[in-house]
């Protein structure tokens, strides 16, 4: 099932939890010692770093897909680890990447040690409103670079946070495939939280993979069937040609959805049921140009309705997991307690390739 953490860090106790966590999860998805020491001194320098530098955060912990530079066979996992705070914020990033930086009396080497380590690293900064810092460590070791780099040949880029009601399981799931020309992603939330909406889910993303090639109602079609079994899920399933250069959506369920494009936004409809229980007769597809501006949104309804996303996170060298993550955390106060699993999944196009 669907194992994600979110661990708060708010004194040094909670640093040995977060390590706790990482291992765990490295043990789920089958990391030998090395890659898990790796991953532990990344979560550790991250962990620490909030208590340094921003009063306190949390660290979320996950396995995500996160290559598709092939298709759905040779994808791997990556373990996920995200630190959100609220913080002052990093007034120089590029400083801040360098070893030696420092704001506090601390030999400033965090952020470099996890760029150096990590497969993928990424940050998003604002004064005044916190930072972001996300990092991925795969099973085996690969280069390794700042940012967009291990997903740089892959035309789309894919990345979400998920977030637990009462972890470590989730009933929400996300899932993003490479099937020749076609990236399909999928974002379920099983009924209710807890052990048995995470089999719902977790039913979904396993069917996704299965049966990768199907447009998104085909899909949906099927997982009608492949979830009988269980209490039932909302889902939705986005898919780009990328030949056609087109975007294809198809949702049953309470699933949020909005499309960006040249600026404007605008919301993708989820057809009413319950997959798995209440299928509708006809299952409508919307279609759209997929471009290098565009980007998408997918989210459970553990997240507010109401959500922004500012202009200086539409940054396109921005990893898509990031922007994720700054969704939920803008969307967060102790004025709206979470009730449910909340998961934000974001679909955009790679960069073009930086130059040395």
């Given at each position: 099932?669907?194992?994600?953490?979110?661990?708060?860090?708010?004194?040094?106790?909670?640093?040995?939890?977060?390590?706790?966590?990482?291992?765990?999860?490295?043990?789920?998805?089958?990391?030998?010692?090395?890659?898990?020491?790796?991953?532990?001194?990344?979560?550790?320098?991250?962990?620490?770093?909030?208590?340094?530098?921003?009063?306190?955060?949390?660290?979320?912990?996950?396995?995500?897909?996160?290559?598709?530079?092939?298709?759905?066979?040779?994808?791997?996992?990556?373990l996920q680890i995200v630190a959100i705070d609220h913080g002052?914020?990093?007034?120089?990033?590029?400083?801040?990447?360098?070893?030696?930086?420092?704001?506090?009396?601390s030999l400033g080497a965090g952020l470099g040690t996890c760029g150096r380590?990590?497969?993928?690293?990424?940050l998003h900064s604002a004064p005044g409103r916190g930072t972001i810092a996300l990092a991925r460590i795969r099973a085996g070791s690969g280069r390794r670079r700042?940012?967009?780099?291990?997903?740089?040949?892959?035309?789309?880029?894919?990345?979400?946070?998920?977030?637990?009601?009462?972890?470590?399981?989730?009933?929400?799931?996300?899932?993003?495939?490479?099937?020749?020309?076609?990236?399909?992603?999928?974002?379920?939330d099983g009924l209710g939280h807890g052990p048995a909406a995470a089999e719902a889910s977790d039913a979904a993303v396993r069917q996704l993979r299965a049966s990768a090639h199907l447009s998104p109602?085909?899909?949906?079609?099927?997982?009608?069937?492949?979830?009988?079994?269980?209490?039932?899920?909302?889902?939705?399933?986005?898919?780009?040609?990328l030949a056609e250069g087109s975007l294809a959506f198809s949702g049953i369920g309470n699933i949020g959805a909005r499309f960006r494009s040249g600026g404007?936004?605008?919301?993708?409809l989820s057809h009413p049921g319950i997959v798995g229980a209440h299928r509708p007769a006809h299952i409508p597809c919307q279609r759209l140009p997929w471009s290098p501006d565009c980007l998408l949104v997918l989210h459970s309804d553990g997240l507010p309705s109401r959500w922004s996303l500012r202009e200086d996170v539409l940054?396109?060298?921005?990893?898509?997991?990031?922007?994720?993550?700054?969704?939920?955390?803008?969307?967060?106060?102790?004025?709206?307690?979470?009730?449910d699993d909340t998961t934000v999944t974001v679909l955009s196009p790679t960069p073009p390739k930086r130059e040395p």
């Open positions: 099932m669907t194992r994600v953490w979110d661990v708060p860090v708010h004194d040094s106790t909670r640093v040995r939890d977060v390590t706790v966590a990482v291992q765990d999860t490295c043990g789920h998805a089958g990391f030998d010692d090395g890659r898990t020491a790796a991953a532990v001194l990344v979560a550790t320098e991250l962990a620490t770093n909030l208590l340094k530098h921003a009063g306190g955060g949390r660290i979320l912990i996950d396995t995500v897909d996160a290559d598709l530079t092939s298709d759905v066979a040779a994808g791997k996992p990556a002052p914020g990093i007034p120089d990033l590029a400083a801040a990447l360098g070893d030696g930086f420092s704001t506090t009396s380590i990590a497969d993928d690293f990424d700042y940012g967009h780099a291990r997903q740089e040949h892959a035309p789309v880029r894919a990345g979400g946070v998920n977030i637990a009601l009462a972890g470590p399981q989730s009933g929400d799931a996300w899932a993003c495939v490479r099937f020749g020309e076609r990236v399909t992603l999928l974002l379920a109602a085909e899909l949906l079609g099927v997982l009608h069937t492949a979830l009988r079994s269980t209490r039932g899920a909302a889902v939705a399933v986005a898919q780009v040609d404007d936004w605008q919301h993708l940054s396109a060298e921005l990893d898509p997991g990031v922007t994720a993550a700054v969704i939920v955390r803008d969307a967060s106060s102790a004025a709206r307690p979470v009730r």
